[in-house]
Structure formats: structure tokens, C-alpha cells
């Protein structure tokens, strides 16, 4: 039995940016964990560990050497390997001659029903010590960054260039090269705290060392200090931090040493809107907002966190720079208030959306064209029309504004803003700002119907356009983000339950673009971009499914058929999720693979009921007629399921004592038509086919 030892690797470089870091240290751990699996060596556990300047592997227990290995070799087939005298051939000679072996080392094996000549051969396992050097320079160079730098050949890439690299296998030094770089034993501490080298010999000495020389090497322990010294900070203003988990994370990886120090701004500044002061301070600084333990509302305090031992002077630079800042988005708020917001409209002609699709003033006459006929659609009195389509006329022109020129995060919010001070009525502010809902995986989707119906016109304006000029997402790449702008439909679409059918959807966007590209747009042209939308449509569908969960065969049952609305396809996949596994859908099912497994894929005429002789047949083309009235009569998914339950004992009835393909073309024909009605009458919930039975089915 090997006895196991602590491996220990961290690889020390320039200042790595933050948003590369979670993703590194998962890459880290899954190649180190592919890599010693590949290789035999046995450990009992993988941590990573990270901050800017050094990304941390520590293997628990690895194994002292790989384990020995009986390797089977395979060789040529044996009616191959020796001639009619029974003699070695020159293929069988060749394979013993390569692999230095006799023929007493040779046994013959079938392989998958064949007769092959096979050598087993053992591989002796070689010290972790030995192979250690090797692997690690391999795991360092297969780790991938987005953006990644080369400094001293462009055959080697990081992060950022690196400058030390510590091995310790049992304590004692790994030596191997990269990056022009000798490992060692010693590692840095802060890079202004306690720069010098300090040599390591363990994985606990390490993780001690390093934070009495200012360095917080594990990032949860990172985390619950700078979480508790912003509630500590908050409490002494008699506040709340205001937590984004994002800005958390990256102000995690921006730190070794994490220091909260607190600050404040002017309470004059309380008056602007809530969002320019946490934009300012979340996005442009870095610094925590405080609210109000009880009420929320903003206090004029924040809390950064200092890579450095507390100094007045950095609270006095942390606040001087936010005064700057606030001074800036104050000016921008008074400059862009002395213009009612439909003077800013004007200047969207000036402003290019995207070359071949025109102007933003363009995108905004295609928008109100837009959401008046998605909301007459959709069944909107003219007042609340009226009103969409005042937001989708204005929903564009804060993206000139001062303001928002300076702080991009803020589209929306103050549109919003300013339609409210331009007195524009509560529902068009609302709308305007909740046309950009939801922004990303997980936000909120807008509440109101107007907020809806302009976030779907500019989606699919968008995703109109850009398929229509040859822009589309390819693999990794999206610069347009359009998947997630078709994402934002298919939720808004979903979870409000709209009956917008997706066809019509995209046939409105086509009839307005049209306005825009007008010959280009021709009738060729709208039949492929309408299949492109709709695939497109059903991809972020699927995504969405399996994001809720739902079994890879209910999504491709429900999108197998043709369904009217977004909202309804969702309806019925979880529908069938609740059913699966249970009675009546084996029913349902194996009642639709009997009939689908006959029925054409075309039926050249309705069923003649003259035809029909046998008395299973007619039982069955009678339960058909039934099961048929009580679809047109309801959209009650379990009642139709019912239904096509109750037709697996004429369906059986109909297989068991008919028979379909007889002599008679006019029988024949008549009855498989009755096969393909059934079908068609299944297709409308759902392809069964795609679905599993039970195994309890009989």
C-alpha cells in the first residue's frame, strides 16, 4: 500500500484581473484532478486556492508512486499471424520484434467476437518524486485565460507574465522549469506589506506564513473577513451594506490583504436618483453603498475595501474621488433636466444603431410600429396602446443624454427619470425603464404589460435585424448578445404567460423591418429568416427547460409538434414531467407508438365512414371523433391526456383484430388514413415518440 504526502503548488504572477480568477482556480483543480488520474496517482482530496498575485493547488495525500500496471497490447488477429504451417507470419514477427518480446509471451484473446494475438505486459509504476517534474509544467500550460499575455515566447501564454513558481511534494522542492522560471521552495508575501521571499516547508507553514506576511491565500476565509468588517463598518453609521454579489466577487479577487474603510459624500447629493449614487459607487469605484438598517433608504457613507493597512489618508482618498465623481453626475443630471425628454428624440438620427439597419431614430420608428401591433395583438385597449407606444417612442432618447453617455449602466433608469420630470404619465416612465428587463440570466422581468410589449419589440427588432444582414451567433461568439436578448423574450413570453403566437411574433418584426430594408427583404428572404428565428427561438427554449430541469425527452416531445404560443409550450413540458413515469402517460404513449409506427406521413383524404367495416375499426374511428370534440372543447392539458388514455383500448382493440395493409386499395387507404388522423390528434400535445415507457409497462 503507498503511503500519500502533501503536493503543494502555487504559481506567483504579475496581478491576474479579477474576473479571470474564479474561473482559474475551477480550471486548476479539474486539469490537476484529470491529470493525476491520467497518470495512476492515487490522493485523498484537491483545494485551490487564489488572489491577484498567485494561483494555489494543494493535492491532500498524494500517492508516493503510481500503482504497477498489467498492460494489454494488442496485436495482429490471429488467422493473420501464422501461415498454413503454423509458422509465425512477418505481421506477428513484426508485433513481437516491436514490443521486444517472444513468442512464449503471447496468448491469443477474443476481442468483441474475434481472435486476436495479445501481449500483457507489466508497467512498473514510478516514483511521484520522478514524475512530478514532468506534469506540472504540462498542468501550468494547460491552463486557458480569455485574454491571455506572452512575455517570453509566444509559445508560452498566462494571465499575466509570472514571476515565481513554489513546488513542495512532502515539503521538499519539485525542481522543473517554466516560463523561464526555476521552481524553488519560497514564496512572496504582500506585494507592499511584506515583499520579501519566505521559504515554505509544508502546506500548513504555507498558509500560515503567508498571513502573517498580509496575505489571505483562501478566498472563503478572504470572504468572511471583508463581509464582517462591512457589517461592522455599516453598524457604526447605523446602516446596512448595500451587497452586490458580483461587485463581491470582483472586489474578493482585487485584495490579498483586505481592509474595509469607510467614508462619506455630501448629503446634498441624496437628491439625485438612488441608482446614479450606487452606479457611481458599485460600478465606477468599487465601494459598498450604505442603506438604512430599517428603512433603506441611502445614508451618506460607503465602505471600500483597501488591499493595504488601514491610513486616514486612504479614507480621505476614497472620498475625495467619490466627491469628484458625484460632483460630475450632478452637473450631467442639472445639464440633461433643462430639456423636456422629447427633445433628446431628435438627436437619435445622429446616433447609428448598426450600418446596413439604419439610425436609432430609424429603431425607434420600427419600435412604435411595433408595439402598437403587438399590443392590438394581444388584445390591448387603445388607452394602454396609446400609452406603449408613447414609452417606445421615448424608451430610446436618455441614450444621448449626458448622463447616460457618461454612465452607460444607467439606460433605462434615467429614461425613466427624466419622463417623469417631463411629466410624462407614471405608466411611459415605467415602461421605458423596464424595456431593458431582464438585463441578464436571473433578473427581474418587467411587470407591467406596456414594459413587456417595448422589451419584446426591441428584442426581436434586434434579433430581426441582425439575422436579416448576416449577423448571427457562431459557436462561442456573440458580440451582438443576442442569445440573450432572445433569452429575454422567452421568459417575458413565459412566465407572463402571453398569447403572442411565436410565428406571428416574428412575422410583425418582418412586416416592420421590411420599412427599413425594403427590396432587400424579399418574400425568399422572409421564409428563411422566419425558420432561422424560429430554431433560433427554440434554442433559448430548450436552454430554458433544462435550466427549470425539465428531462431532455419531454423538451424534444413538446418541440417535436407544432404549438401556438411560448407560454403553452412550457405549459405542457411540465405537464408531462408530472405525468412521466406514470400510468397514463404509458398509456398515452404506447397507444401513439402503435399507431404512429403505421401511420403515413401524408393522408390523401379524410376518413370515408362508409369504408370502415370491421367493428374494431369503427369502435375506433368513434373514439376518435369523441376524444377529437373534447380537444376543440378545452385546453386543459390533463383532460386531453385523459382522453388519448381512454383511446389505448381501441387503438389495442383496432391492432388486434384488424388488419391494415390488405389488397383492397380503398380499405387499405381508408384505414391509414384513420392512422394518421389519430396521430395528428396525438401530435397536438405532444411527439410521444421522444418519450420514454415505464418499465413497469407490461
Same mark, same amino acid.
Given at each position: ?226 463581509? /464582517? *468588517?462591512?457589517?461592522? &463598518?455599516? %453598524? +457604526?453609521?447605523? $446602516? =446596512?451594506? @448595500?451587497?452586490?454579489? #458580483?461587485?463581491?466577487? !470582483? ?112 429603431? /425607434? *420608428?420600427?419600435?412604435? &410600429?411595433? %408595439? +402598437?401591433?403587438? $399590443? =392590438?395583438? @394581444?388584445?390591448?385597449? #387603445?388607452?394602454?396602446? !396609446? ?312
Amino acid at each position: 500500500m503507498t503511503t500519500g504526502y502533501d503536493l503543494l503548488l502555487e504559481i506567483g504572477c504579475e496581478e491576474i484581473p479579477s474576473r479571470f480568477m474564479s474561473g482559474a482556480l475551477q480550471q486548476l483543480a479539474v486539469e490537476a484532478k484529470a491529470m493525476l488520474a491520467e497518470n495512476r496517482f492515487e490522493f485523498k482530496k484537491i483545494d485551490t486556492a487564489g488572489t491577484p498575485r498567485r494561483l494555489t493547488l494543494v493535492v491532500r495525500e498524494l500517492a508516493d508512486r503510481q500503482p504497477d500496471l498489467i498492460e494489454t497490447i494488442k496485436g495482429p488477429p490471429v488467422d493473420r499471424a501464422y501461415d498454413a504451417e503454423g509458422s509465425p507470419t512477418r505481421a506477428l514477427e513484426g508485433f513481437l520484434k516491436s514490443r521486444n518480446a517472444a513468442a512464449g509471451d503471447i496468448e491469443e484473446e477474443d476481442i468483441k467476437g474475434a481472435l486476436y494475438i495479445v501481449l500483457h505486459q507489466k508497467v512498473t509504476g514510478k516514483d511521484t518524486t520522478d514524475v512530478l517534474p514532468e506534469l506540472l509544467p504540462r498542468l501550468i500550460q494547460k491552463l486557458n485565460f480569455p485574454r491571455p499575455m506572452y512575455w517570453q515566447s509566444r509559445e508560452i501564454r498566462f494571465a499575466r507574465p509570472i514571476r515565481w513558481i513554489m513546488a513542495l511534494y512532502d515539503g521538499v522542492p519539485v525542481s522543473f522549469s517554466y516560463a523561464g522560471i526555476n521552481s524553488a521552495n519560497q514564496t512572496f508575501g504582500h506585494r507592499f506589506l511584506a515583499p520579501e521571499a519566505v521559504v515554505i516547508n509544508s502546506v500548513e507553514h504555507y498558509y500560515k506564513t503567508l498571513e502573517e506576511k498580509f496575505v489571505i491565500v483562501d478566498p472563503e476565509r478572504r470572504l468572511e473577513i471583508i463581509r /464582517r *468588517q462591512l457589517a461592522e &463598518k455599516a %453598524a +457604526e453609521k447605523g $446602516g =446596512r451594506p @448595500l451587497i452586490d454579489n #458580483n461587485l463581491l466577487e !470582483e472586489v474578493l479577487y482585487l485584495v490579498e490583504y483586505p481592509v474595509a474603510v469607510d467614508g462619506y459624500y455630501d448629503e446634498a447629493y441624496l437628491d439625485l436618483p438612488p441608482e446614479v449614487l450606487i452606479t457611481t459607487m458599485q460600478h465606477h469605484q468599487r465601494y459598498f453603498p450604505l442603506v438604512g438598517e430599517d428603512n433603506g433608504d441611502l445614508l451618506p457613507f460607503f465602505v471600500g475595501i483597501s488591499n493595504n493597512r488601514f491610513h486616514k489618508n486612504i479614507r480621505r482618498g476614497y472620498s475625495k474621488v467619490l466627491q469628484a465623481r458625484l460632483a460630475d453626475a450632478r452637473f450631467f443630471f442639472d445639464e440633461d433636466c433643462k430639456q423636456h425628454l422629447e427633445n433628446y428624440v431628435e438627436k437619435l438620427n445622429g446616433v447609428v444603431f448598426l450600418e446596413k439597419l439604419g439610425s436609432l431614430e430609424q429603431k /425607434r *420608428q420600427r419600435l412604435v &410600429k411595433l %408595439a +402598437e401591433e403587438l $399590443g =392590438r395583438e @394581444l388584445g390591448m385597449p #387603445n388607452e394602454k396602446i !396609446e400609452k406603449t407606444s408613447r414609452a417606445a417612442h421615448l424608451c430610446k432618447a436618455d441614450l444621448v443624454t449626458d448622463m447616460v453617455r457618461e454612465f452607460t449602466e444607467l439606460q433605462g433608469v434615467m429614461g425613466r427619470e427624466y419622463a417623469r420630470i417631463s411629466g410624462e404619465p407614471e405608466e411611459v416612465a415605467v415602461a421605458i425603464f423596464e424595456h431593458y428587463l431582464p438585463r441578464f440570466g436571473g433578473d427581474r422581468i418587467p411587470k407591467t404589460l406596456q414594459g413587456a410589449i417595448v422589451s419584446l419589440a426591441d428584442r426581436i427588432d434586434t434579433l430581426a435585424g441582425c439575422f436579416a444582414v448576416g449577423i448571427q451567433p457562431t459557436g462561442s461568439q456573440d458580440p451582438y448578445a443576442l442569445r440573450r436578448q432572445a433569452q429575454g423574450a422567452v421568459t417575458i413570453l413565459q412566465r407572463l404567460d402571453l398569447n403572442l403566437p411565436l410565428d406571428k411574433y416574428i412575422k410583425i418584426s418582418l412586416d416592420v423591418l421590411a420599412t427599413t430594408l425594403e427590396e432587400d427583404l424579399t418574400e425568399q428572404k422572409r421564409v428563411e429568416l422566419t425558420a432561422d428565428l424560429k430554431d433560433f427561438f427554440a434554442q433559448r427554449i430548450r436552454f430554458a427547460m433544462q435550466e427549470m430541469e425539465i428531462t431532455f425527452e419531454v423538451i424534444e416531445a413538446v418541440l417535436g409538434v407544432p404549438v401556438n404560443t411560448v407560454s403553452a409550450l412550457f405549459k405542457r413540458a411540465i405537464s408531462l414531467t408530472e405525468y412521466l413515469q406514470g400510468p397514463l402517460l404509458d398509456d398515452v404513449i404506447t397507444a401513439y407508438n402503435r399507431v404512429a409506427n403505421l401511420a403515413p406521413k401524408e393522408a390523401e383524404e379524410k376518413v370515408n365512414v362508409a369504408l370502415l367495416q370491421e367493428e374494431s375499426e369503427k369502435k375506433l374511428y368513434h373514439a376518435f371523433l369523441k376524444a377529437k370534440l373534447a380537444f376543440d372543447s378545452t385546453e386543459d392539458l390533463a383532460r386531453c391526456l385523459e382522453e388519448l388514455q381512454h383511446l389505448r383500448k381501441s387503438v389495442d382493440g383496432f391492432f388486434d383484430h384488424v388488419m391494415v395493409m390488405v389488397d383492397d386499395d380503398r380499405i387499405r387507404t381508408n384505414r391509414l388514413n384513420l392512422l394518421f388522423a389519430l396521430k395528428e390528434l396525438f401530435n397536438q400535445v405532444a411527439d410521444f415518440s421522444k418519450l420514454p415507457v415505464s418499465q413497469n409497462e407490461s
